[in-house]
């Protein structure tokens, strides 16, 4: 009756039996009819309630959480200083932290109109599984500075809302443990990759091993970080995990932290990271052994700046996991990558944190697209292709996937919703973010996503995407 009365009040302003009158025909006024007396018929998923957020700012007001910048908001204000900044950090001036979602917005969608989009739906299929709109988790560290549930908690809510979670390899709860943490070992869980140097390559090779017999059905191989970017918050924070966390998945789960039921890790693990020259201070994040960022710390010790494409058919000799590069933003990068065995490809700048200066991912997608779904005679199958870095809206979904990418990848928001609502505000980020991506689809004529109409993107340039050249070797 819900909408009875607000039609009632606020549209027609009218006594409830004249509305039928000013009804077209009568099919319609049978339908209104009926609108009135059963209501409307549920032709769409209720939108998710919106979360509210009381901030500790001493208004006592709640806030309704309604979008990304909400959540980010409300994260600085319950987030420690050093957490918060570690999150939001963009490399040097930030330039490309603030091109990625100016670049999102210069792209303008051209809707089309009067297609019937009453039945849309966001859902896809990515590697085997079905989503229900495409977006992934992507892997964002250590998760439990956040909240005391961390990646439990966004794995719940992400298997909850039928996406899948990217985990990082710099998680705070182990592979094994969010694995476990989801009821019924629901959800579908990718696994984010580093490849470490030296005696740390075998910790690489048993994080690979691990993760399949986890249950974890994709390796996201970090290619863009032969050393961590110049993340200047970090330094003057001197960040490092705050005391009781620590890098899960090298060193164990001292309890209490991984009450999931993740499995204890062995020796080599340990032995990995402290042959590699820092032990457990470097896996605890201890600023204090570099004077600056323990993650930039990390690095150092662990990451190897040497990787080829050998790397991934080394990957291949391990697994039959598909393997996505991560940190694509070349065409010929992605070919290679393609050629070198690799199922896919994230176009990805790693959200802005490492090289500033990059182009931002959404300018470099369709040359990657166009190299890895079009790939040249005799060449390897085509891939799959996502993107991350600044896309926050279902308007941005939109866009990504009209340009030709598969699924797009969301990184801070989760983090900021996490901290603000552990798995009920993840919940409701997603579930929020699921509704936009279908409203964007209905308002754009997209009725399902092998329907985009051609033309429905403008590049900042002016012309329509769909109509401007691209080959493998440019834009
Ligand atoms: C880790 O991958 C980071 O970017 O901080």
Same mark, same amino acid.
């Given at each position: 009756?819900?909408?009875?009365?607000?039609?009632?009040?606020?549209?027609? =302003?009218?006594?409830?039996?004249?509305?039928?009158?000013?009804?077209?025909?009568?099919?319609?006024?049978?339908?209104?009819?009926?609108?009135? $007396?059963?209501?409307?018929?549920? =032709?769409?998923?209720?939108?998710?309630?919106?979360?509210?957020?009381?901030?500790?700012?001493?208004?006592? #007001?709640?806030?309704?959480?309604? +979008?990304?910048?909400?959540?980010?908001?409300?994260?600085?204000?319950?987030?420690?200083?050093?957490?918060?900044?570690?999150?939001?950090?963009?490399?040097?001036?930030?330039?490309?932290?603030?091109?990625?979602?100016?670049?999102?917005?210069?792209?303008?969608?051209?809707?089309?109109?009067?297609?019937?989009?009453?039945?849309?739906?966001?859902?896809?299929?990515? #590697?085997? =599984?079905? &989503?229900?709109?495409?977006?992934?988790? @992507?892997? $964002?560290?250590?998760?439990? %500075?956040?909240?005391?549930?961390?990646?439990? @908690?966004?794995?719940?809510?992400?298997?909850?809302?039928? #996406?899948?979670?990217?985990?990082?390899?710099?998680?705070?709860?182990?592979?094994?443990?969010? @694995?476990?943490?989801?009821?019924?070992?629901?959800?579908?869980?990718?696994?984010?990759?580093?490849?470490?140097?030296?005696?740390?390559?075998?910790? $690489?090779?048993?994080? /690979?091993?691990?993760?399949?017999?986890?249950?974890?059905?994709?390796?996201?191989?970090?290619?863009?970080?032969?050393?961590?970017?110049?993340?200047?918050?970090?330094?003057?924070?001197?960040?490092?995990?705050?005391?009781?966390?620590?890098?899960? +998945?090298?060193?164990?789960?001292?309890?209490?932290?991984?009450?999931?039921?993740?499995?204890?890790?062995?020796?080599?693990?340990? *032995?990995?990271?402290?042959?590699?020259?820092? *032990?457990? @201070?470097?896996?605890?994040?201890?600023?204090?052994?570099?004077?600056?960022?323990? &993650?930039?710390?990390?690095?150092?010790? %662990?990451? !190897?700046? !040497?990787?080829?494409?050998?790397?991934?058919?080394?990957?291949?000799?391990?697994?039959?996991?598909?393997?996505? /590069?991560?940190?694509?933003?070349?065409?010929?990068?992605?070919?290679?990558?393609?050629?070198?065995?690799?199922?896919?490809?994230?176009?990805?700048?790693?959200?802005?944190?490492?090289? !500033?200066?990059?182009?931002?991912?959404?300018?470099?997608?369709?040359?990657?697209?166009?190299?890895?779904?079009?790939?040249?005679?005799?060449?390897?199958?085509?891939?799959?292709?996502?993107?991350?870095?600044?896309?926050?809206?279902?308007?941005?979904?939109?866009?990504? &996937?009209?340009?030709?990418?598969?699924?797009?990848?969301?990184?801070?928001?989760?983090?900021?919703? &996490?901290?603000?609502?552990?798995?009920?505000?993840?919940?409701?980020?997603?579930?929020?973010?699921?509704?936009?991506?279908?409203?964007?689809? %209905?308002?754009?004529?997209?009725? =399902?996503?092998?329907?985009?109409?051609?033309?429905?993107?403008?590049?900042?340039?002016?012309?329509?995407?769909?109509?401007?050249?691209?080959?493998?070797?440019?834009?």
């Amino acid at each position: 009756m819900r909408i009875v009365s607000k039609y009632y009040t606020c549209v027609f =302003s009218l006594p409830l039996f004249l509305i039928p009158l000013f009804v077209g025909n009568s099919a319609e006024r049978q339908r209104w009819v009926a609108i009135m $007396t059963q209501g409307e018929p549920p =032709s769409r998923p209720p939108p998710p309630a919106p979360f509210s957020f009381t901030p500790p700012d001493g208004s006592g #007001l709640p806030r309704l959480m309604l +979008n990304a910048a909400d959540w980010q908001a409300a994260a600085e204000s319950v987030l420690p200083r050093s957490v918060y900044d570690y999150y939001a950090a963009g490399a040097d001036d930030r330039t490309t932290l603030a091109a990625n979602p100016a670049a999102l917005a210069a792209h303008r969608l051209r809707p089309r109109v009067l297609v019937p989009v009453g039945g849309t739906s966001p859902a896809t299929t990515l #590697l085997g =599984s079905s &989503l229900a709109a495409p977006i992934v988790i @992507a892997p $964002t560290a250590m998760q439990r %500075m956040a909240h005391p549930e961390g990646e439990a @908690a966004v794995a719940r809510a992400a298997a909850a809302a039928g #996406l899948p979670m990217t985990l990082s390899t710099m998680a705070t709860t182990s592979l094994e443990g969010v @694995a476990a943490a989801v009821p019924g070992g629901g959800g579908v869980r990718w696994f984010q990759l580093y490849v470490f140097r030296g005696p740390a390559r075998a910790t $690489t090779e048993a994080l /690979v091993r691990r993760a399949e017999a986890a249950g974890y059905t994709a390796l996201v191989l970090t290619a863009d970080a032969p050393v961590y970017g110049n993340r200047e918050a970090d330094v003057r924070n001197g960040f490092s995990l705050p005391p009781g966390l620590r890098l899960a +998945n090298f060193m164990g789960d001292a309890p209490p932290q991984d009450e999931e039921g993740g499995a204890e890790q062995g020796a080599d693990e340990e *032995g990995g990271a402290a042959a590699a020259g820092g *032990g457990g @201070a470097i896996a605890d994040m201890d600023a204090s052994v570099a004077g600056g960022s323990g &993650l930039a710390a990390f690095g150092d010790a %662990m990451l !190897d700046a !040497d990787l080829s494409t050998d790397c991934i058919a080394w990957l291949r000799t391990l697994t039959s996991l598909p393997i996505l /590069v991560k940190g694509v933003l070349r065409a010929d990068d992605a070919a290679a990558a393609m050629a070198a065995g690799a199922a896919g490809v994230v176009v990805s700048n790693h959200g802005a944190r490492q090289l !500033d200066g990059a182009v931002t991912s959404v300018m470099a997608l369709r040359g990657v697209v166009e190299a890895v779904k079009r790939p040249p005679p005799g060449g390897p199958p085509p891939g799959v292709v996502l993107v991350d870095g600044g896309f926050r809206r279902g308007t941005d979904v939109l866009k990504a &996937l009209a340009l030709g990418a598969d699924a797009v990848l969301l990184g801070r928001p989760v983090l900021w919703a &996490l901290a603000v609502g552990g798995q009920a505000g993840v919940a409701a980020l997603l579930g929020s973010l699921i509704d936009e991506t279908r409203r964007a689809m %209905m308002l754009a004529g997209v009725p =399902s996503w092998d329907r985009i109409p051609p033309g429905l993107v403008v590049l900042p340039d002016g012309r329509i995407a769909d109509d401007a050249p691209v080959d493998a070797s440019g834009w």
